[in-house]
Structure formats: C-alpha cells, structure tokens
C-alpha cells in the first residue's frame, strides 16, 4: 500500500460514513419521539403489507371458505399485538437502559433463559433484514414488472443502502428514514380509511390478480386456522426493537420509549385490520409468484386509474416499498445492541462493544448485513421460503420476556404489582401459545432451522464466556508469577537478510539495549538475500561481532528457530529478536510478502522470544541515516495483569534514557481505576494517561510519539504486551496489537517490541 493509498482510505470512509464524533457528544444523538418511530417502528409498521397477505395464503390454499375466517384470525393477532404492546410498556419503564428479553430474562430467569431468549433475537433480527427487503423487493415488482427477475441484485443493493446509512450514525439514519415512514403513514390511512369508506358506500369493486393462486377445496379445520394464526403473527415483528433500544431515546427514556409503543400499536392494529377487512370485502387473491401483491391489488380498487388515482396508487407501492426496505432499519438497531450487551457480559466476541466513528455500534451493523446477505442469497430472495423461518424466535424472545417480568413483580411487591403482573402473565401465556403454534405448523416448512440455530447459538455464547473466564484467570493468576521473575536477562539477537540502513540502525539499537551483554548476528542465505553479505558485515560491525551464517536446508525459518531454541528461554530469560527492514516506499503489501513477516509471525508462538522490529524506509532516511544517541522506552498497557507485567519487567531489562508507560483512554471515568491498580502493584515506571476521545488509539498514539521523535537525537522504542491464541479464538480479541504494528511500521525512528503472552491452552 502506497503513501497516497493510506491517506485516500480515511477521505474515503470520511465520505462514506462521517466525520468522526467524540464520545462526549453521544447524548447529541439521542432521539426525539418523532424520529423514534420511524427508526424502531418501521418493521411492525411494514408487516401489514405482508401478514394479511401470509394468513389468506395459508387459508385460501385450504379452502375458498377460508376467505371468512380471515378476520377473526386477524382479530385475534390484533388482540395479541395489543397485549404484547402493553406488555413491553411496563417493561421500558422498569428498563430504563434496555428492556429487550436478553436483560429482562437474565434479571429475573438466569443466565441459560437469557442466552435463548438473545439467540433467538439475533436469530431473528438476521430474518427481519432478509424479509423485509425481499419483501420490499417484491413491492416494488409489482409496481414495475419487469424488475422482478432482478429481485436478487435489488434486494443485496438495499442492504448495501441501509448498511451505509447506519453506519454514518443513528440520527441520520432517523433523518433518512422519518419522510418515507411518515409518507407510508399516510398513505396507509388514506388506503384503509379511503377503502373502508367505498366499502360502506357499496363501491367495493373486486381486486384483480393476474395469475392468482390456486383455492382449494378442503375444509377448514383447527391446525389450518391455527396455521394462518402463526403466518399472519409477523405482524408482530419489530415490537422488541424498542424495549432493546430505550438507551437511544431522549430523556425521559422509559417515558418517550413507552409512548412511541403506543403510537406504534395504535398504527399497527388499525393498518393490519384496515387491509384485512379491505382483502375480505374486495375477494383479494394472493397471486402466485408473489407480485403484484395483495396491498397493490387493493390499491388498485381504492384509487382507480385516472390522474389523482394512478397517483394515490403509485404513492401507496411507493411508500410500501421504501417501509419494507426500512424495516430492515429496526434490526440495524437492535441486532448491535444486544450483540454489545451480550460482548460486554463476555458472551459474545468484545469487537461488538466498540463505538464506531459515529458513535454506533459498527461491527454489529456489519455482522448483520453480511448475514442477512448471506441468507437472501441461500434463499433467493424468496419472501415464501424465508417467512417460514420468521417468528418462532421473535415469539420466543416474548415469552421468555414477559416471564421474566412477572417473576419480577412477584419478588419487587410494588404498588400495583398484580395488576401489572397480570397484564404480563397474559402476555407470557398468549405468546408462549403462539409459540407452540407457530413450532407445530411450520416445522416442516423451515422453523426446524431456526430451531437448530438457536441452540447452537446459546452454545457458543457459552464456549466464549468460557474462553474469556479462562483468559482473565490466567492473566490475574499469572500477574503475581511474573512480579516475583523480576527484571529478564537478555540475549540479544540479530536476524538479517542484507547489510543496509536498516541493520545499521538494527545493530545500534541491539547493542544499546543489551548493555555490554553479547549480541548474537544470524543470517539464513536463500533468494532475494544478500550474496556479499560477510565483507559487507565486517565494514559494519568489525571482527567484535561476528555474522553467524546458518544452512537453510530445512528452510530460512526454520534454520532460525533451531538456533533460538538452543537458547535459555523463561520468565527469568528471555530472548530479542532484532528483525531489521528497509523498505523503499511504505507499502504493507511489499512488508507481508517478505520472510521478515512470515518470522515474525512464528516468534510469537514461541515462549520467552520477544520481536523487535526496526523499520526504515531509505527514501526518508537518506543513504545513511543519522544514528540516535538516545532511546527513550515507552511501554502501552490497557490494564495491570501478567502480560502488561511481563511487558514492564522486559523494559525495565533494556538500557534505555527513559522509561515509562503510556495508556490511552476513550472514558475519562475510566483512568482513576487503572492509576489505582497500577499503584496497588507497586510498579516502578511512571504512568501517563491520555484521552482517546474519539475510542481510536491511532490518532493519539501518533501524536504522542511525534512528540517524542521531535528530538532528533532520539529513537522511541514501544513495548507492546501481545496476546497469543490459537485458531478460531483469535477472532474473539480486538487485533489491536496488530492494528498498533500497521499503524507504526513506517514511522520514523520508531522500534516496536511485542512481547507476547501466549495462551495456548
């Protein structure tokens, strides 16, 4: 990567997401109520324009008789959606940070209820981004034919659009998205209000399907009403999203959250029953394939052809379509929320706890797009094949939810406790129903998926909290070991491919911190090294230290390690590798194709090895380089436990001017406990702490060594602590070692040392 390479990636993300916000203006991105709704309300808004459509499906395949048993059984979703609602509004205001099932179910029913309860979450948040869009795909063909053998293109682009948005923060994406849920708003009560008047005035004309589905000729019985129950229950999707999202809304949180419930279930029950009684009275049949759909079919008769009507029509599909897509919005902010809550509860990987630029939580947004990705790809943005995995987990979340609650009136005994235990006691009994229901009959059609994720789920969050428990213990057990090793001897070691500016600064910087101690110089020949390397050694380093020129026959690594495991290596022992390279441009392509990287990458496996690397690129530095006369060491510590100590006691072993450590901190609040722990250990290095206001360490750090650097005379020697694991657990930690290497390897008279801590076992 070139210098215009690296400095055209922050113009590009700058672009794309946003300037970066500092922490202290998180309270700026609150929400008002009226940017509330749109954002955490756009998925139960938008499921009328498919769970009408999903319940006469499943009836009408039945039986033509089916069509009369569609609005009681949209009554009775609505009776539920109304209890649900009033549910999750006694728990926002007991939740004031979040009331989704996750903190609720961990509360009040244990840890193995919660990790259900957050699977099935995320389980079908993923499902909410696949649906919505498909289905918002779908609206649109229906509009324009000739669109839907595109749906798959379409429906990847609309997550691409969302994902951008979301990322640059949740205000703007409330800004976004607040016109086009209003206008669906609107549209829908001119549609419901509009039709339901026609009606009454016998003006009801039939709806027209060009290729309707075929009625069966059955009868209806329990499991198929019960069937048509569970279809048409995704009008329930989306209701969590708030009681997840209460942090996001402006103070008062748990009064604005619970009244934007409100809203959001008095919009919901008159849109999901307006188009319900509009599908009976007008005879709608789903058509097959999907489009155009069973809201453009009646759309069609409520606004007829002619300049206000086409308008209308084109209005409510347009307004329809763009309330699909958004709905994917409402999963954009609950899905990185609970993966934080759950990061930061040490059951998920602690990535999702990190604030993005925009102050949202990026990693969970990008996870989520790329999985709701992944599954309208698998599916082929088939709305039929995906809606059958939809609602066993939303339904699942409920009930574990509201169990929870009345659990917690039962042991809080406030005021109105009762009262208020029995409102959630009929929502955990309707909802655990639904539950049952929506297992029975659509098992065969897919649930059993979501039914093998969600336990597969719960076991992972449970290996991680393992991993991490095991992590913690070993760093806190391992702390009073390492104290007791003291300060490391230390045998220096050289590994170069050439004689150049960068040994050069290598071999002083060796020699400086080995103390008069012998340095040891390896060179393993292969290609690309230097083929006159001895005669170019002697002019360098004289006779006093002699090039050590190993075989190779078992590989230039390897040849290596073979000479450092003949070393003593421990905790009382330790081993630095000096790797010198000289680049003559920066580009991290160019550093990781080189053997150097490869080495590097092997020594931090290897016990009591420390890497030291010594970068310099000649176009900078001049032919020869002007050679420090100081070294000043700083050591970068996040907390005191048995790898940041391994790391104080190896610098305190090298022979450098200046010592000391370096934090940097995104919280203010955080830096008292971290001076108190390190006082507590008794280190004797000082501790500087620096604000990190913008939760990225790079900035900072840059600064801080420039500063540093502005001696001439100086080179600054960083002393990384670096944890090592193995295979799939490395995704578990923030790479931030390897962020700091990138971040360093071209800056001017800077060495970096890692000294690992592995973790193997």
Known sequence: MTTLERESRPRIKRLVVGRPRPTGELDETLLPKRLALPIFASDALSSVAYATEAALVVLLAASAAGRSELLPVSIAIAALLAIVIASYQQTVRVYESSGGAYVVAKDNLGTLPSLVAAAALLTDYVLTVAVSVAAGVVALASAVPSLGAHRLGLSLACIALITIANLRGVRESGLAFAIPTYAFIASMLALVFGGTARCLDGQCGPAVAPEPMTVGVGTIGLFVLL?????????????????????????????????TLGILGVLAITFFLGVSYLAIEMHAVPNEGGYPSLVSQIARVVFPSGSSGSF??????????????????????GFPRLAALLARDRF?????????????????VVVLAAA????????????????????????????????????YWLRASEPG???????????????????????????????????????LLVLVFLGIRRHYRKIARRLRAGTAAVRAAGIPRNQVVIVTDSVDVATESALWYAQRIAGGSEVRALHAPGRGTDTAIRPRWLRLAGRELRLEVLDPAEGRIDSVLEELWKLPRGERDVVTVVIPEQFRSP??????????????????????IVVADVPVISDLHGPAGRTPTRLVTRILVADVNA??????NYARSLDADDVGAISFLAQPEAARPLEAAWAAARIPVPLEIRDAPYRDIGDPLLDY????????????NIVMPELVVRGWRRTLHNQRALYIKRLLLFEPRVILTSVPFQLFR
Request: no cysteine.
């Open 227 to 259: 069937r048509a129950f569970a279809s048409g229950s995704a009008a329930l999707t989306g209701v969590e999203a708030i009681a997840n999202g209460v942090s996001a809304f402006r103070r008062p949180q748990a009064r604005n959250a619970s009244r």
């Open 705 to 716: 060594i420039r500063e540093l650097t502005a001696d001439p005379d100086a080179a600054v």
């Open 372 to 407: 709701a990705a992944g599954l309208i790809w698998v599916f082929d943005a088939d709305v039929e094949a995906l809606i059958h995995l939809y609602v066993i987990g939303v339904f699942t979340a409920f009930t574990l939810s509201q169990t929870g609650m009345v659990r």
């Open 348 to 364: 998920f990987a602690r990535q999702f706890t990190n604030l993005g630029d925009r102050l949202v939580f990026s990693n969970g």
């Open 587 to 608: 580009s991290l392509l160019v550093a990781a194709r080189r053997t150097a990287f490869r080495l590097k990458l092997r020594l931090l496996s290897e016990p009591g």
């Open 312 to 333: 209308m029509y084109y209005a409510v599909q347009a307004s329809t379509v763009a309330i699909l897509i958004l709905a994917a919005n409402t999963a954009y902010q």
């Open 643 to 648: 790898a940041s100590m391994r790391a104080v």
């Open 417 to 455: 406790w009762r009262h208020r235990a029995l409102i959630n006691g009929v929502g955990a009994l309707a909802t655990f129903v639904v539950t049952l229901v929506v297992i029975w009959t659509k098992f065969a059609a897919g649930a059993w998926m979501v039914m093998i994720a969600i336990p």
